[in-house]
T-cell receptor, first 113, second 113 residues
Framework: AQSVTQPDIHITVSEGASLELRCNYS??????LFWYVQSPGQGLQLLLK??????LVQGIKGFEAEFKRSQSSFNLRKPSVHWSDAAEYFC???????????FGTGTRLQVTL | AAGVIQSPRHLIKEKRETATLKCYPI?????VYWYQQGPGQDPQFLIS???????DKGSIPDRFSAQQFSDYHSELNMSSLELGDSALYFC????????????FGPGTRLTVL
């Protein structure tokens, strides 16, 4: 079965600093990979996705992620963080075009001014 | 753009009562997923439907049942509610893009007293 690991439970960065959130997955083939963001008590908003093609994908809000097959990773990056980016970030994996998503445990991002 | 609609947004029930959560997918989306997110937890897959048929089942208690109707909306029925059922329940939908891109609704927050 597939699994997702987000090693960082909580990250604090200063506004304007760069950000990288780590995500590692376990699956025999290339899965469908996603990053979602969740503000407190809110729904899950899709930031970006990867399923094939260019391994560097661009998303909304200035986020990007890079798929590295050799490392089974799909890390999320942003060059300059804004205070409004403070939220919980979930990495998720699906194994087919219509399968359930398996989520990581999430990384809580705190942004200091 | 139209999003996934969930109702009600908040629900308070007593132990042993029943609850019905409704989900209206994005127009022309034929697959619906239900997830449960406990406090401080990642979303856990419950059940999914494709073209009104159950397509996958996760760790859904026997006290819960769900179905998808001819207009593609879905309902999650929960009986004999327990304190541990208090959670945020998300519905997600996806269409035929082949990319497993699941769009999430705002969730229903269920509180069992």
């Amino acid at each position: 079965a597939q699994s997702v690991t987000q090693p960082d439970i909580h990250i604090t960065v200063s506004e304007g600093a760069s950000l990288e959130l780590r995500c590692n997955y376990s699956y025999g083939a290339t899965p469908y990979l996603f990053w979602y963001v969740q503000s407190p008590g809110q729904g899950l908003q899709l930031l970006l996705k990867y399923f094939s093609g260019d391994t560097l994908v661009q998303g909304i809000k200035g986020f990007e992620a890079e798929f590295k097959r050799s490392q089974s990773s799909f890390n999320l990056r942003k060059p300059s963080v804004h205070w409004s980016d403070a939220a919980e970030y979930f990495c998720a994996v699906g194994v087919t075009a219509v399968s359930k998503l398996t989520f990581g445990t999430g990384t809580r991002l705190q942004v200091t001014l | 753009a139209a999003g996934v609609i969930q109702s009600p947004r908040h629900l308070i029930k007593e132990k042993r009562e029943t609850a019905t959560l409704k989900c209206y997918p994005i127009p022309r989306h034929d697959t619906v997923y239900w997830y449960q997110q406990g406090p401080g937890q990642d979303p856990q897959f419950l059940i999914s439907f494709y073209e009104k048929m159950q397509s996958d089942k996760g760790s859904i208690p026997d006290r819960f049942s769900a179905q998808q109707f001819s207009d593609y909306h879905s309902e999650l029925n929960m009986s004999s509610l327990e304190l541990g059922d208090s959670a945020l329940y998300f519905c997600a939908s996806t269409g035929t893009s082949g990319t497993n891109t699941q769009y999430f609704g705002p969730g229903t927050r269920l509180t069992v007293l």
